[in-house]
């Protein structure tokens, strides 16, 4: 029997984070994958000016990521450069990191600082007599850990076993991408469609998005809520390839470089810490309804749970618990009811005809959606928030009774 301080199960960027933070702490940490090294995460790669500032946080330089200055919002015939807010806490740009690269590079920055990976080992968690989380076992073998640490993406069957799953009639997200050459894979802005129609013609609360690289390739996919009527016969394949076929030009895309391949994105969790556990990142739900991003809120939960052992390792669950509430439970929730919103067509239809009409109210768009408002200048995106989070609380009986997939 092996004893490490923290048992971390992942090796995605939330994973990453804890394993960084916590050995350059000092802490013995180990992380299991049941990936093989170098392995690949379906995504769109993108990270907003909050993740890149996660990653400042982490110490992490990008240097060998792709950087951003702002995002290409396209409604029907409208289009808006918006470069991302400056002044605040946040940094002034975004990137574009291809994840098979970008993890990769926190895995190994882990790894320098102590943490201990081991590849194509899948772990579970192993409970004692009074369902106390005591470390896990991998490979037949038992690893004893103070903290037991779920970054396991997406649940499955570590989920299953802590209770992590999504929370029951609370919406998700799918999503489904591929890599194509382009010209323009140096562009310097993201860009996202936001008035996507299924075969139907029903609009679909989601976008596409053309993610330049830097590399010579562009990320190009397609993701939607489930909050969207007709979402369980929603053919994302067909959803790509009408995006594809939109953008084609302007982007002079070559062939699909990979076959396209979709995944989830959780956006509640019932539980996410317990004794001798925490759940991070996807495993926790924390995934942005608005936008679909997820590896900033893996990034922040991954560090906030590395300084909290480091501080007392006996309180760290439920002190994580509460200050990742406090940070982000709010913003999530209005979020997730937003998406109820959007799902009804008329209403989104409406809605984005709004939110792109003027340059001023797509800028506010653009910071409320990215989760960019800084606490300290929260300014008119950080009134819209409070507004939405009030008016969308009181309608939130209405939202759930008349939702687009009743
Ligand atoms: C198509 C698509 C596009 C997206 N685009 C973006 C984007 O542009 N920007 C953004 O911020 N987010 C995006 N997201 C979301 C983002 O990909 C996730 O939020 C992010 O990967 C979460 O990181 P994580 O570390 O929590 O989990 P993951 O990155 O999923 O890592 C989990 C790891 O756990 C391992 N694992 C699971 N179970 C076990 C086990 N029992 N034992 C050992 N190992 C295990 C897996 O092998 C995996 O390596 C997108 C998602 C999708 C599906």
């Known amino acids: 029997m092996e004893h490490c301080d923290i048992a971390v199960i992942g090796a995605g960027p939330a994973g990453a984070a804890v394993a960084i933070q916590a050995a350059r ?84 920055a882990a790894e320098e600082a102590g943490a201990e990976v081991i590849w194509e080992t899948e772990a579970l968690p192993v409970f004692d007599d009074d369902g106390r989380v005591i470390g896990v076992e991998a490979d037949a073998e038992r690893w004893m850990a103070d903290l037991t640490v779920a970054a396991t993406g997406a649940p499955g069957a570590v989920a299953k076993m802590l209770g992590t799953n999504r929370v029951e009639g609370e919406p998700f997200g799918l999503a489904i991408r591929t890599y194509a050459e382009s010209p323009r894979h140096a562009d310097r802005h993201i860009e996202a469609c936001l008035t996507l129609r299924d075969e139907h013609g029903t609009p679909v609360p989601g976008y596409g998005w053309m993610f330049p690289a830097g590399d010579g390739t562009v990320n190009i996919g397609v993701g939607a809520l489930s909050t969207m009527k007709g979402f369980k016969k929603l053919n994302l394949n067909t959803l790509q390839d009408s ?62 749970v590395a300084d909290l052992f480091n501080d007392d390792p006996a309180t760290a669950p439920d002190e994580y618990d509460r200050l990742l509430g406090e940070r982000f439970d709010s913003f999530l929730r209005t979020g997730r009811r937003f998406s109820f919103l959007i799902g009804h067509p008329r209403i989104l239809r409406s809605g984005l005809r709004f939110a792109v009409g003027t340059e001023a109210i797509a800028n506010i768009t653009l910071q409320v959606m990215g989760n960019l408002v800084d606490a300290d200048t929260p300014g008119a995106a950080g009134r819209v928030v409070r507004v939405a989070d009030k008016t969308l609380a009181m309608a939130d009986p209405l939202l759930r009774r008349t939702r687009a997939t009743a």
């Open 25 to 108: 702490h000092g802490a013995r940490v180990v992380v299991f994958d049941k990936a093989a090294r170098g392995r690949d995460k379906v995504c769109g790669d993108g990270l907003t000016p909050r993740a890149v500032t996660a990653l400042h946080d982490l110490g992490i330089s990008l240097d060998e990521a792709h950087l951003i200055e702002g995002l290409r919002m396209i409604a029907n015939k409208t289009e808006r450069e918006l470069p991302w807010p400056a002044g605040g806490r946040f940094a002034p740009y975004g990137a574009v990191w291809p994840r098979r690269r970008l993890d990769a590079y926190l895995v190994a």
């Open 243 to 304: 995006y594809r076929s939109l953008v084609q030009e302007d982007w002079e895309l070559g062939p699909n470089i990979e076959k396209p391949r979709a995944w989830r994105l959780p956006m509640s969790a019932q539980r996410r810490h317990g004794p001798g556990w925490v759940a991070v990142g996807d495993a926790a739900g924390l995934v942005n309804p608005m936008n679909g991003e997820g590896i900033d809120y893996g990034l922040e939960s991954g560090m906030l």
